[in-house]
Nanobody, 114 residues
Framework: VQLQASGGGLVQAGGSLRLSCQAS????????MGWYRQAPGKQRELVAV???????NVPDTLKGRFALSRDSAKSTVYLQMNNLKPEDTAVYYC?????????WGQGTLVTVSS
């Protein structure tokens, strides 16, 4: 499985960004797909994932601002981020979990200025 992420960039606080991640290869093996992020000096953390059945998991701390959607025909997930805050600044990594195998995209930097 290969993951191609896009959509990061610089945005002012209160702004919005949408990240995209397209999977290719053995996509039938994917159980969940979504996003994690890692800020400088911090551990990588879950942002949002969607299961093959369509159920999404977004941490309570991000609900209401972050939403994940999927276009199955394009094998793509979209992370819509609204009302961004400086603490959302991080490298965002696309993730696909295929059970025994976990795949990561190349990471895309999101910088939120105050």
């Amino acid at each position: 499985v290969q993951l191609q992420a896009s959509g990061g960039g610089l945005v002012q606080a209160g702004g919005s960004l949408r990240l995209s991640c397209q999977a290719s290869g053995k996509i039938v093996s994917i159980n969940t797909m979504g996003w994690y992020r890692q800020a400088p000096g911090k551990q990588r953390e879950l942002v949002a994932v969607i299961a093959s059945g369509g159920r999404t998991n977004v941490p309570d701390t991000l609900k209401g601002r972050f939403a994940l959607s999927r276009d199955s025909a394009k094998s793509t997930v979209y992370l819509q981020m609204n009302n961004l805050k400086p603490e959302d600044t991080a490298v965002y990594y696309c993730n696909a979990d295929a059970g025994w195998d976990v795949y990561w995209g190349q990471g895309t930097l999101v910088t939120v200025s105050s």
